[in-house]
């Protein structure tokens, strides 16, 4: 995958004030571990998707903290942005989908806490700089870093921008660069901090760029891709190939180096079949009933969208829904947006 997307570059963009103490974290193990788990949920492993550049989650929680740090300029919102994603496992929500959690794609996160409070290194780290990990394990409490659907949120802004980049070209740096200009904290319908733009341009650009992409998560491509690995990762522990807990060690690449390796030998044909499809597969058919000779998903998958405050004339903050026809048909759009029953693949 090449692209000319400019990691280093975009973070000078979402926080040009670098947070020096940052360093010292980002050497943690904990959290080095980050860098070989995709932002793309496995979609990088499969001919299915051409995404553009690879982005981990590491990048991702550099994102965030960044953005935090550049509206906040608070340590601890920062580090709780920073480790916001610190339980992710491999492929990321894939496991959420093995889990029988493709609705909601929490259930990797209920020991987020745990393994913060676990952790020596960091936690030495941490009790060096007068932080209490109770002030960081759970970026939920502070509204920049994260809060609820619609709204607009570090963790929302931050992973739209580089998704979209990879999966579809829609943004460039130079396009960040001006969307991202335009972000101010504003006060929502709660009297609460959250992120919102300055420009009615600024907060459509982002919208539609947001459910462009959104829709391909919606899509059977995306469902089946996902299903498709978790399914593989179900086999492979059930084999024995892999314990569940080294997919919160071991990063992708190496995962995908020894499942290529145990398809090869054929050591399983049921293994085999779903790995070789997934490593192959280049088209989904659409159907409203399973298609024989085929892999075929049905499901509910988590609906990501945004509804923007945007900065009216009087100083005040309004949803985008209320203010633009064009925002309120966009998102609505996406909301009524169904693919076909079923997504199918032909085996391999």
């Given at each position: 995958?090449?692209?000319?997307?400019?990691?280093?570059?975009?973070?000078?963009?979402?926080?040009?004030?670098?947070?020096?103490?940052?360093?010292?974290?980002?050497?943690?193990?904990?959290?080095?571990?980050l860098s070989g788990v995709g932002l793309l949920c496995?979609?990088?492993?499969?001919?299915?998707?051409?995404?553009?550049?690879?982005?981990?989650?590491?990048?991702?929680?550099?994102?965030?903290?960044?953005?935090?740090?550049?509206?906040?300029?608070?340590?601890?919102?920062?580090?709780?942005?920073?480790?916001?994603?610190?339980?992710?496992?491999?492929?990321?929500?894939?496991?959420?989908?093995?889990?029988?959690?493709?609705?909601?794609?929490?259930?990797?996160?209920?020991?987020?806490?745990?393994?913060?409070?676990?952790?020596?290194?960091?936690?030495?780290?941490?009790?060096?700089?007068?932080?209490?990990?109770?002030?960081?394990?759970?970026?939920?409490?502070?509204?920049?870093?994260?809060?609820?659907?619609?709204?607009?949120?570090?963790?929302?802004?931050?992973?739209?921008?580089?998704?979209?980049?990879?999966?579809?070209?829609?943004?460039?740096?130079?396009?960040?660069?001006?969307?991202?200009?335009?972000?101010?904290?504003?006060?929502?319908?709660?009297?609460?901090?959250?992120?919102?733009?300055?420009?009615?341009?600024?907060?459509?650009?982002?919208?539609?760029?947001?459910?462009?992409?959104?829709?391909?998560?919606?899509?059977?491509?995306?469902?089946?891709?996902?299903?498709?690995?978790?399914?593989?990762?179900?086999?492979?522990?059930?084999?024995?190939?892999?314990?569940?807990?080294?997919?919160?060690?071991?990063?992708?690449?190496?995962?995908?180096?020894?499942?290529?390796?145990?398809?090869?030998?054929?050591?399983?044909?049921?293994?085999?079949?779903?790995?070789?499809?997934?490593?192959?597969?280049?088209?989904?058919?659409?159907?409203?009933?399973?298609?024989?000779?085929?892999?075929?998903?049905?499901?509910?998958?988590?609906?990501?969208?945004?509804?923007?405050?945007?900065?009216?004339?009087?100083?005040?903050?309004?949803?985008?829904?209320?203010?633009?026809?064009?925002?309120?048909?966009?998102?609505?759009?996406?909301?009524?947006?169904?693919?076909?029953?079923?997504?199918c693949v032909y085996w391999a």
């Amino acid at each position: 995958m090449k692209s000319n997307f400019d990691i280093e570059k975009y973070h000078s963009i979402l926080c040009p004030d670098y947070p020096d103490f940052l360093d010292s974290y980002l050497r943690v193990l904990l959290i080095q571990r980050l860098s070989g788990v995709g932002l793309l949920c496995g979609t990088d492993w499969t001919p299915l998707f051409h995404n553009k550049f690879f982005y981990s989650r590491l990048n991702h929680s550099i994102g965030v903290a960044l953005i935090v740090w550049n509206f906040t300029h608070d340590k601890k919102q920062t580090l709780a942005g920073l480790v916001h994603d610190i339980a992710t496992p491999a492929f990321s929500h894939v496991v959420d989908f093995m889990n029988g959690d493709a609705s909601t794609q929490e259930s990797t996160e209920a020991s987020t806490k745990k393994i913060i409070n676990e952790d020596i290194e960091l936690s030495e780290l941490l009790f060096s700089q007068g932080i209490y990990k109770y002030e960081i394990d759970d970026y939920h409490k502070y509204p920049i870093a994260d809060n609820e659907v619609p709204g607009l949120s570090a963790d929302r802004l931050e992973y739209m921008y580089p998704s979209g980049a990879a999966l579809e070209g829609v943004w460039t740096i130079e396009e960040i660069a001006g969307n991202y200009s335009q972000i101010a904290v504003l006060k929502n319908e709660k009297g609460c901090d959250e992120l919102g733009f300055v420009s009615l341009e600024a907060a459509l650009e982002y919208t539609e760029k947001f459910c462009r992409i959104s829709r391909i998560l919606q899509k059977n491509e995306d469902k089946v891709a996902m299903q498709l690995m978790a399914d593989i990762l179900s086999r492979a522990i059930e084999l024995h190939y892999i314990m569940e807990e080294d997919l919160y060690v071991m990063d992708e690449s190496y995962l995908i180096r020894k499942f290529d390796n145990i398809a090869r030998r054929r050591l399983d044909a049921e293994f085999t079949k779903l790995y070789s499809t997934f490593r192959t597969m280049k088209e989904v058919v659409g159907s409203d009933t399973p298609i024989s000779g085929a892999y075929c998903v049905s499901l509910n998958v988590k609906k990501r969208y945004v509804n923007p405050l945007v900065k009216n004339s009087s100083g005040t903050a309004e949803r985008l829904s209320d203010v633009s026809k064009e925002g309120r048909e966009c998102i609505d759009d996406f909301l009524n947006f169904k693919d076909s029953r079923y997504g199918c693949v032909y085996w391999a």
